[in-house]
Nanobody, 123 residues
């Protein structure tokens, strides 16, 4: 499975961005696709995940109500609204065949990673 992320950029606080993650290859093996983010000096944090077939969605508390993960065919989107400077980070998408409910928020559960895309929110 290959993942190609895009859509980052610079936006003012309160603004919106939409990230895309295009999956290719053996997408039938994907159980979950997730977004993670890493700010400078911080660990990589879970942001949102989608169960690939059922399309159930899950969010970190920090983004719940502001971010929406969705899927159209083999592309997963992360719509980010009401952005704050705390959302500034490198965002990466990840997928895996072995992800289950109990580990879906752990980066270590994901076998495939796209390149990161920078999101910068100015105050």
């Amino acid at each position: 499975v290959q993942l190609q992320a895009s859509g980052g950029g610079l936006v003012q606080a309160g603004g919106s961005l939409r990230l895309s993650c295009a999956a290719s290859g053996r997408t039938s093996s994907i159980r979950y696709l997730a977004w993670f983010r890493q700010a400078p000096g911080n660990e990589r944090d879970f942001v949102a995940a989608m169960q690939w077939s059922a399309r159930s969605t899950f969010y970190a508390n920090a983004v719940k109500g502001r971010f929406t993960i969705s899927r159209d065919k083999n592309t997963v989107y992360l719509q980010m609204n009401v952005l704050t400077p705390d959302d500034t980070a490198v965002y990466s998408c990840a997928a895996g065949p072995s992800v289950i409910q109990s580990n879906r928020e752990s980066q270590h559960a994901y076998a495939y990673w796209g390149q990161g895309t920078q999101v910068t929110v100015s105050s």
